[in-house]
């Protein structure tokens, strides 16, 4: 399994970013999909997530700001980013629940990440 995560950069602050990520391999069905972050010095914390029914999940501190989306098609997610501040400023990763086979156990699975900078 693959996730290919994109978009990251520098953008000044009130900016946008939307950032995409591609699952591929040996993937059978994703159950759900969510973008989590990490900024210097902190912990991970979930950002936004998605599940194929549709129902969705955002940080307290992105709420409004941020909006996640899904092609369930072409297995890809993206988060758009709209409203940034330098606290916004992190590594974003993006993870998925898949079953590799049908009836196999839900797995979880990591990509790398990509880095978000907010300028004030």
């Known amino acids: 399994v693959q996730l290919q995560a994109s978009g990251g950069g520098l953008v000044q602050a009130g900016g946008s970013l939307t950032l995409s990520c591609a699952a591929s391999g040996s993937i059978s069905a994703i159950s759900a999909m969510a973008w989590h972050r990490q900024a210097p010095g902190k912990g991970r914390e979930l950002v936004a997530a998605?599940?194929?029914?549709?129902?969705?999940k955002y940080g307290d501190s992105v709420q409004g700001r941020f909006s996640v989306s899904r092609d369930g098609a072409k297995n890809t997610f993206f988060l758009q980013m709209s409203g940034l501040k330098p606290e916004d400023t992190a590594v974003y990763y993006c993870?998925?629940?898949?079953?590799?086979?049908?009836?196999?156990?839900?797995?979880?699975?990591w990509g790398q990440g990509t880095q978000v900078t907010v300028s004030s």
């Open positions: 998605v599940t194929t029914g549709g129902a969705t």
């Open positions: 993870n998925i629940m898949y079953r590799s086979r049908a009836f196999s156990p839900s797995q979880d699975y």
